[in-house]
């Protein structure tokens, strides 16, 4: 195990989603990030909003290589759907590239039409925590 992947932790964090709403995982967490098992692959979530990042289909060491890479771009300390957008303008499409280099997919935020309520909700609930 690498040093990175120690810093990786069981823990339970809330994520938006479609169909549930606010809905609370079992899954592990770095910082502010958080990784859960689906049916179907491994998310990558932001923890302020609890939307995902993108979704990949590897094992779970590539899964955490892949995380701590997304991590490493900056800071991910932002609140609602797009407050990267102030705080580093340009992680959409650094994103985009470890994406495509791991593989992973994304439904994207906006199909999620309460989205960024359940991310202020998440976020609010994990400041007062």
């Not at 992947?5 to 770095?30: H, P, R, S, Y």
């Not at 923890?47 to 490493?72: K, M, Q, S, W, Y």
Request: charged residues 25%.
């Amino acid at each position: 195990m690498t040093d990175a992947a120690k810093q990786w932790v069981f823990g339970k964090f809330k994520i938006a989603d479609a169909d549930a709403g606010v809905t609370e995982m079992n899954g592990l967490t770095c910082g502010e990030l958080g990784l859960y098992q689906r049916s179907d692959c491994w998310s990558i979530t932001h923890l302020n909003t609890g939307h995902a990042i993108f979704f990949l289909e590897a094992p779970l060491a590539t899964v955490i290589e892949c995380a701590d890479e997304i991590a490493a771009l900056g800071d991910w300390s932002f609140a609602g759907l797009f407050g990267w957008r102030d705080m580093n303008p340009e992680l959409g499409r650094r994103v985009g590239k470890i994406k495509d280099k791991y593989g992973g997919h994304s439904i994207g935020a906006t199909r999620i039409p309460e989205g960024e309520s359940y991310a202020a909700q998440i976020h609010a609930e994990r400041k007062a925590a």
